[in-house]
C-alpha cells in the first residue's frame, strides 16, 4: 500500500462533499483505505440492494487498480516492471500497457511537464519516505539522468515496456486515482446506477448525474492557506474535478519551501504555485492535467488549455505572506481573483 502520509497529503489538497436534498434510503455511502487515501463512493438509485452492491464493486475496483499499478506493493505488476524493464522487455497486462501509452501521450503533449519517470528525483529529495531533504549536486544529477518519459519503450506489438536507462522508475501517483475514478464510474455505469459522488482522497473527485433533489454535486475546493476554510465550491454533473496541491505536502530548509510536486524537466520541486484544480470530462485527464499546469504555471498553462476545449482551470497562486491570487483558465474564458 502506498505511504499513507505521503498520499493523503495530496488528497488534503480539498473537501469534497455532495449535499443531498435527503440521503433517503435510496442512497448508500461507504468508504475504504486504498491507494493510500480515504475512498468514498456515494451513490443513490431505484433499488437499495443495486446500490449498496454497486458501491462496494466500485470500492473493489479501486483496490484492484491499486494492486494493479502501486509502487508501493513490491508484488505488483507495476514494481516487477520497476525492477526488471532496464535489464529487457517485460510483458506486461494489456490494461497496465494501454495506461502507460496514455501517461506517455500527455507527457509528450506537455513536452515532459507531466512525467511518471519522476520516481528517481521523489527519492532524492526524500519525498518517497517522507524524510525531506535537499539533494547534493551528484545524487541530484544521477537521478536526473534517470528521469525522462523517453527513456520508457512501449513495443505495442509484443505489448512488452523496457527501459533504455538504468534506474528509470514509474510513479503513477499522478495520475493513478484519476485512472480509478473513471474505472469507478464506469462500473457504476454499467451497473444502471446514473446518481454517485466518487472521491479518491478528496484529489480525484467525479460526479455522476446529480444527487435527489439537485441539479448538480456541490463540491467544496480547499482554500489553499488555510486548511479550515473553502476558497470556492464548483458544480459537477458527469464530470471530474482534480486538484494538485504543494501546501500539504513539503519540507522547508533555510526558509526555502519545497513542495512534492517536481518539474520533471529541472529535477527540482515547483515554486510559485499553490494549487490547481481543474474541471475535465474524465478524472484521468484531470489528474494529467492538474500537475501539467502545476508544473507550467499559468501564463504557459494558456497554451495547453487553449488545446481542451470544454476543460477549465483554477490556479492559486501566493500573494502576500497568507494570501492567494486565483487565475481562470479554459471555460468562458480568463480571470484573476485575490484574497
Not at 475512498?39 to 443495486?50: L, Q, W, Y
Not at 500539504?248 to 494549487?275: A, C, K, N, W
Not at 507550467?296 to 490556479?315: F, I, N, S, T, Y
Request: hydrophobic share 45%; glycine share 12%.
Amino acid at each position: 500500500m502506498p505511504h499513507p502520509v505521503a498520499v493523503l497529503a495530496v488528497g488534503a489538497a480539498l473537501s469534497a462533499s455532495g449535499r443531498l436534498a435527503a440521503a433517503g434510503p435510496l442512497c448508500h455511502e461507504d468508504s475504504r483505505v486504498a491507494m493510500g487515501c480515504t475512498c468514498v463512493v456515494r451513490a443513490c438509485g431505484a433499488d437499495a440492494a443495486t446500490v449498496r452492491a454497486a458501491v462496494g464493486a466500485g470500492l473493489d475496483e479501486v483496490e484492484r487498480v491499486d494492486r494493479l499499478m502501486s509502487h508501493y506493493r513490491p508484488a505488483s505488476p507495476l514494481s516487477r516492471l520497476n525492477r526488471e524493464a532496464a535489464r529487457g522487455p517485460v510483458a506486461v497486462e494489456p490494461e497496465l500497457f494501454d495506461f502507460l501509452a496514455e501517461c506517455l501521450r500527455w507527457s509528450r503533449e506537455s513536452d515532459g511537464a507531466f512525467d511518471v519517470t519522476v520516481g528517481p528525483l521523489m527519492k532524492a529529495w526524500g519525498f518517497f519516505a517522507d524524510e525531506g531533504r535537499v539533494p547534493d549536486e551528484p545524487t541530484l544529477a544521477a537521478a536526473r539522468a534517470a528521469v525522462g518519459y523517453p527513456h520508457v519503450v512501449l513495443d505495442e506489438r509484443a505489448r512488452t515496456v523496457r527501459f533504455d536507462h538504468p534506474g528509470v522508475e514509474l510513479d503513477l501517483g499522478g495520475i493513478g486515482k484519476g485512472y480509478a475514478a473513471d474505472r469507478v464510474v464506469a462500473l457504476l455505469r454499467e451497473r444502471g446506477v446514473a446518481s454517485a459522488l466518487v472521491n479518491l482522497g478528496g484529489s480525484s473527485v467525479y460526479g455522476l448525474g446529480a444527487p435527489p433533489g439537485r441539479a448538480e454535486w456541490s463540491v467544496a475546493i480547499q482554500d489553499p492557506t488555510d486548511p479550515r476554510k473553502a476558497a470556492l465550491t464548483v458544480e459537477l454533473r458527469d464530470r471530474a474535478l482534480s486538484v494538485a496541491g504543494g501546501t500539504t505536502r513539503f519540507f522547508e530548509r533555510d526558509g526555502i519551501r519545497y513542495s512534492h510536486i517536481m518539474d520533471p524537466r529541472t529535477g527540482r520541486p515547483v515554486q510559485g504555485v499553490l494549487s490547481v484544480a481543474v474541471l475535465t470530462e474524465t478524472a484521468t485527464a484531470g489528474d494529467a492535467l492538474d500537475d501539467v499546469l502545476f508544473v507550467l504555471g499559468p501564463d504557459a498553462g494558456r497554451a495547453v488549455m487553449r488545446r481542451l476545449p470544454g476543460a477549465e482551470a483554477l490556479v492559486f497562486l501566493p500573494k502576500g505572506e497568507r494570501g492567494w491570487r486565483l487565475v481562470r483558465l479554459g471555460g468562458e474564458g480568463q480571470s484573476g481573483r485575490e484574497r
